[in-house]
């Protein structure tokens, strides 16, 4: 490893730098390190400015990540509530309906299957206004809810 390191500083063309970078990582970063020392103060400036902005574009890119990641959650959390919400209406109707006559399946899956708020309040409304489950199904299903 010191000989590699001593390979460096005594090498004299671009051959002997090839054929020592080949052998180690460190010497390889060392070695484009020296490159970079070695250019113009005007090309050093160009470089530094690329490599600045690499780097930017790099914390961008984790931001925008990190942001997309967060608002994903928040809108995973508020479907959440809504579906949740849906779910305990749907029941409320259901109970509601079993207490009035008997419930089909297909009648329970529809509204079961139901996430539209506001349906299901006003289904909810008329399942409390309806004397029988036919009534209800009738009042709900004929107006195309």
Do not use: C
Not at 18 to 37: P, V
Not at 38 to 54: C, T, V, W
Not at 115 to 132: F, P, Q
């Amino acid at each position: 490893m010191i000989d590699d390191w001593i390979r460096l500083f005594n090498a004299e063309n671009e051959e002997d730098l090839t054929m020592i970078k080949k052998k180690s990582l460190g010497i390889a970063e060392a070695i484009e390190t020296l490159r970079e020392l070695s250019l113009g103060r005007r090309l050093r400036y160009y470089f530094e400015m690329r490599q600045k902005a690499r780097r930017d574009r790099w914390a961008e890119d984790a931001y925008v990540r990190e942001e997309g990641i967060a608002i994903g959650r928040a809108e995973g959390k508020i479907e959440g509530k809504i579906e949740g919400k849906a779910e305990a209406k749907s029941e409320d109707i259901l109970e509601l309906l079993e207490d009035k006559g008997v419930v089909s399946k297909e009648l329970r899956t529809r509204i079961m299957n139901q996430k539209d708020l506001n349906i299901l309040s006003r289904w909810h409304k008329l399942a409390a206004g309806s004397r029988t489950t036919a009534e209800f199904e009738n009042a709900a299903f004929l107006k195309n809810s």
